[in-house]
């Protein structure tokens, strides 16, 4: 069972790599899909780090393929995804 401050510290590497790369969230999602819980996390938490592996779906870095699918964003939106996501987590950490 993943812990929630080791989703936060992959998500914050994630972040920090000059690149997202669709392997190191693929590994974030999985550790997320995988686990019929996160340890420490309370249920909003939870939910949270869910809703956000489902939309790291739409991830695609390359710019051609995402011109072929409305729904598919890039690195930028990504990274606006995580650091929302991580601040909710935070947000939600006494409820």
């Known amino acids: ?3 929630l401050e080791g989703l936060k510290d992959l998500l914050k590497a994630i972040l920090t790599a000059q690149q997202l790369t669709s392997q190191r ?7 997320v899909w995988n686990a019929s ?16 592996a489902l ?8 710019e051609a393929e995402r011109a072929m699918e ?16 991580l601040q909710a987590v935070d947000e939600w950490r006494n409820a």
């Open 55 to 62: 939309d790291l779906d739409f991830f695609e870095p390359n």
């Open 25 to 31: 969230i693929a590994e974030y999602q999985q550790l």
């Open 1 to 3: 069972m993943p812990t």
């Open 70 to 85: 409305p729904s598919y964003f890039g690195e930028e939106r990504a990274r606006t995804e995580i650091q929302r996501a």
């Open 37 to 52: 819980g996160i340890q420490g996390a309370n249920t909003k938490q939870e939910e949270i780090l869910r809703e956000l």
